[in-house]
Nanobody, 113 residues
């Protein structure tokens, strides 16, 4: 059974930094992704990283966020710098483990102005 444990959210001032972590267990994981969902908005893709380390980012976070993974720990990270109030959302990790996917429980990130 696949389990995901997220950590690292919190309250930070505009311009600050946070690092999110998502530890996966119970499967063979290929693609990792971070999504976020702000109040009354649809869930949106933030960043992805493949098993070979190729990354992709939403335009809104390019140059500020960095996704990385530690394959020895089955853990994906999201380093978030220069945070803005519009980054406030619940952040979810998602992992692909063919033929299925799993989602983390979500972690709240709040950026105050």
């Amino acid at each position: 059974q696949v389990q995901l444990v997220e950590s690292g959210g919190g309250l930070v001032q505009s311009g600050g930094s946070l690092r999110l972590s998502c530890a996966a267990s119970g499967g063979i994981f290929t693609l990792y992704a971070w999504y976020r969902q702000a109040p009354e908005k649809q869930r949106e893709l933030v960043a992805t990283i493949t098993s070979s380390g190729s990354t992709n980012y939403a335009d809104s976070v390019k140059g500020r966020f960095t996704i990385s993974r530690d394959n020895t720990k089955n853990t994906v990270y999201l380093q978030m710098n220069s945070l803005k109030p519009e980054d406030t959302a619940v952040y979810f990790c998602k992992v692909d483990h063919w033929p299925s996917v799993s989602w983390g429980q979500g972690t709240q990130v709040t950026v105050s102005s």
